[in-house]
């Protein structure tokens, strides 16, 4: 396993977190990495910012993913399903030297571990139509992410 492929699990899970909690980010992110020392396994700025983005840009994410989802409205998708795509897009959107295969492959891995057995194929096709909207990160040379 990754180190990022990591990162975005812990991430995951602090946000999964959030969606039972009331709790500001910080505070949140704070008990969440206090709970265990694994927790904060491979906890740095790229989990953290992913989380952090992803928690605050929330409706402005599910905008742009809702066009992209057929007779589906995005408060009715698993929970698992919607974080999962919304960490994507904030991908997409805030993570430029992440390409976008990189990011399709990740999280369909994510849906696996910890969704339905329709996840991945769901969120591969919803990630797909989105990743049209962000050419320019494919094929970008010299930006190599770390597995």
């Known amino acids: 396993m990754g180190i ?53 840009h929330a409706s402005e994410l599910d905008a742009e993913i809702s066009p992209a989802l057929e007779k589906w409205k995005i408060d009715r998708l698993p929970r698992l399903d919607r974080l999962c795509t ?15 295969r990189v990011t399709l492959d990740e999280y369909v891995e994510l849906a696996k571990l910890f969704g339905t057995e329709d996840s991945p194929q769901f969120i591969n096709g919803v990630l797909d139509k989105i990743s049209k909207n962000y050419k320019e990160k494919d094929f970008q040379v010299g930006n190599k992410e770390t597995a």
């Open 4 to 56: 990022r492929h990591l990162a975005r699990q812990r991430a995951l899970e602090l946000l999964y977190s959030l969606e039972y909690s009331p709790e500001q980010f910080d505070q949140a992110e704070a008990e969440f990495l206090g709970a265990t020392s694994k927790r904060r396994k491979n906890w740095g700025k790229f989990p953290h910012e992913l989380a952090r983005l992803t928690h605050e």
């Open 86 to 100: 919304r960490m994507a897009v904030c991908e997409f959107r805030y993570f430029p030297d992440v390409p976008i």
